[in-house]
């Protein structure tokens, strides 16, 4: 492959890439870089303290930590990897004000398996449902509750109605 | 070849029941395939739970529907509105869209169409020859040819996933961690299992699975805003005339061997063969300043490459148990759920299951052909289907679905949790892909090192001077230090055309 054709196949990936990106955040900043350097390293080291703990064997007689042992050694490498380029990668996103809408979801979904075993899967998954249509999707209050309720009646019937499926339900 | 077990995949296909879930698995890819948002990977994990419910045949073949189907759905939002539905058709906006700007919208859905059906066939047929003889190759691997074969496994896949190769690997660490949590198969002792009785058995796949693709993917898209979208009423003329037909033929013909071929690597796949097919068409090309302003063959060859690859990576899993890619990593998952290990013991042990799922696919081919030429309408309406409505509906399905595999209501917490991973590392630039291969393979290759350990007496040379494992792991090498090598010529190149 000559150098030409070679920079025509990368100019086709690149508007690939970029029409894949359009709608996202801005490219995140070097702190980022490093801090997620950072926790890769220490992911690596408290996994390797872990191997370590149940003991890491040898050659001739690998133990149960072995395994654990040599994954360990290498993410510990590339986090250190990672820290060297901090800067140099453009793939990371910042996090801006939509991030909030994603801690909003999570805590749709966290507030449902808080409940769940005590009230039923009903109340809150009719909730999260009106969160995201709502608030997450920008839809009418109409639209929302309408939805919310079909949904969960459609939810109950085919799960517990026609599957059987005992999963906690208040009715 | 005795013929007799490929003839009785096709009666095992024609069961009424096989029949329905092949058609119910393609219908479900063209959607998803349509829709923007969730890829096959994560509508395959999703669905991970109903699987539980059938016989180990028909779970894959809607599987494997879903994911040769998605390739055809993808294009059609790629053509009409320039949102690839699907990575693999991204490049497919290019030249689909410039003809649906000219009012060919049609011409570009049908060529893609009728090169997917051309490719995908194709890729059957070399595939039911092919693999076989591969998986008749490996039955002599022993446990040190299955470790050099996974860890080069991971690594072409981590090789060529998206992000940056670095956090890739790093990913894949993380997944071959995970795979270490609960009892170790050897001793018997716990590991990381931080005294919970929930994780003493282990991570379950299905809420990585579910986690990582399905809720990750869905958290990520809350950022996006998403346009109206303007979807066109209806689409005229999806017949390519004899002309059309006669200027892409070579793509299509370029496109399956392509397709086929990268298919088949590790870490190839759908996307790289779509981006591999085009290039090759706009280097081949008489006039390639006609790319990307319509040109029927810009639209025949990733298309057809796309579901070639789609197919023919079905090959390292079914005679290898080695997943190409994401989404085969999310079916080797399902066939474990089933009590199938996939390997080269699969065509001999389960002829019923190996030849109906690839038979299946020329049903589920000429399904797609129908559906994506006269149905094409129908689908295009979907498009008013908003995200917003879609995306809570997919949540509920998800923490629901993944209760009903062991009503156990930390796996809901658990699919939050790799929910939330999932979505911090899309973010990141990790891809969630290399992660869930290697959870997969972990077991596989933390086994098959020990075992290769205890069977050299400690010795690791015995990896080396062993032929089949040998060269397997010169090629890890070769993999691994090929992009510094690139990246050292590179540095040269520029100093030198510096110092001209």
């Not at chain 1, 991030?99 to 805590?107: C, F, N, Q, S």
């Not at chain 1, 009230?119 to 909730?127: H, Q, S, V, W």
């Not at chain 2, 759905?73 to 053509?79: E, H, K, L």
């Not at chain 2, 961690?177 to 198969?185: K, N, P, Q």
Request: with cysteine; aromatic share 8%.
């Amino acid at each position: 492959m000559t150098s030409d054709n070679s920079a025509r196949l990368s100019d086709v990936v690149h508007e690939v890439e970029e029409a894949e990106h359009e709608f996202r955040p801005p490219v995140a900043g070097r702190l980022t870089d490093v801090v997620v350097g950072i926790a890769v390293v220490g992911l690596g080291v408290a996994a390797l303290v872990g191997s370590v703990a149940l003991g890491v064997g040898s050659p001739r007689a690998p133990g149960t930590g072995t395994w654990p042992f040599l994954v360990s050694v290498v993410l510990v490498v590339l986090g250190l990897g990672l820290l060297v380029l901090t800067g140099r990668t453009h793939d990371a996103e910042r996090f801006t004000r939509a991030g909030w809408l994603v801690l909003a979801g999570l805590a749709t979904m966290i507030a449902f398996v808080a409940v769940i075993s005590v009230i039923g899967f009903e109340i809150p998954a009719a909730l999260l449902m009106f969160v995201w249509l709502k608030f997450l999707g920008g839809e009418s209050w109409r639209a929302s509750i309408v939805t919310s309720l079909a949904t969960v009646v459609a939810f109950y019937i085919v799960f517990v109605g026609l599957l059987a499926v005992p999963i906690p339900h208040m009715f | 070849m005795d013929l007799t077990p490929v003839v009785e995949g096709f009666s095992v296909v024609l069961e009424p029941t096989n029949l329905l879930f092949c058609l119910v698995g393609v219908v479900i890819g063209m959607l998803i395939g349509v829709l923007p948002g969730l890829g096959p990977a994560a509508t395959i994990a999703i669905l991970l739970p109903i699987t539980f419910g059938l016989e180990p045949v028909t779970a894959i073949i809607m599987l494997a529907g879903i994911f040769y189907g998605a390739q055809y759905g993808g294009t059609i939002t790629s053509v009409l509105l320039r949102l690839p539905g699907e990575a693999s058709s991204v490049v497919t906006v290019f030249d689909g869209h410039a003809l649906a700007r000219q009012g060919r919208a049609g011409t570009a859905l049908g060529i893609a169409a009728i090169g997917s059906f051309i490719g995908g066939t194709v890729s059957i047929v070399a595939l039911s020859l092919l693999a076989p003889i591969v998986a008749g190759f490996a039955l002599d691997f022993g446990p040190p040819e299955y470790t050099a074969l996974a860890l080069l496994g991971i690594l072409l896949v981590a090789t060529v996933s998206s992000g940056h190769r670095l956090k890739a690997l790093v990913a894949a660490c993380i997944g071959l961690l995970l795979a270490t949590v609960g009892r170790d198969g050897f001793t018997g002792a716990a590991r990381f299992t931080f005294d919970n009785l929930s994780l003493a058995d282990g991570i379950d796949f299905v809420p990585i699975a579910m986690g990582l693709f399905g809720l990750g993917e869905i958290l990520y898209n809350l950022e996006e805003r998403h346009h109206a979208v303007q979807a066109p009423k209806r689409v005229a003329n999806v017949w390519p005339s004899r002309a059309d037909l006669r200027a892409s033929s070579g793509a299509i013909g370029r496109g399956s061997v392509i397709g086929f071929v990268l298919g088949v690597l590790p870490g190839g796949g759908a996307t790289i063969a779509s981006l591999a097919a085009y290039g090759l068409e706009k280097r081949r090309a008489k006039q390639p300043e006609r790319f990307g302003q319509g040109a029927v063959e810009g639209v025949a060859a990733p298309e057809t490459a796309n579901n070639a690859a789609a197919t023919s990576s079905f090959i390292p899993l079914l005679t290898l148990g080695i997943p190409a890619n994401a989404t085969m990593a999310v079916i080797f998952g399902a066939l474990l759920i089933q009590g199938v290990s996939p390997g080269p013991q699969l065509v001999t042990e389960h002829p019923e299951l190996f030849w109906g799922v690839i038979n299946s696919m020329y049903i589920g081919n000429i399904l797609l052909l129908i559906m994506s030429i006269p149905l094409v309408g129908l689908f295009v309406r979907i498009l008013r289907v908003r995200a917003t409505i879609l995306a809570p509906i997919t949540v509920l399905i998800t923490l629901v679905g993944v209760y009903t595999v062991g009503n156990d209501v930390f796996d809901i917490l658990l699919v939050i949790v790799f929910g939330a991973l999932g979505y911090l590392m899309k973010k990141l630039g990790f891809e969630p892909g290399p992660l869930v291969l290697a959870f997969v393979l972990g077991s596989l290759l933390e086994e098959s090192l020990r075992r290769s350990l205890i069977i050299f007496e400690g010795d690791a040379t015995g990896f080396v001077t062993r032929p089949i494992s040998g060269t397997l792991l010169a090629a890890f090498v070769v993999v691994a230090l090929l992009p510094l090598v690139r990246a050292v010529l590179a540095r040269r190149r520029s100093e030198s055309k510096e110092s001209v």
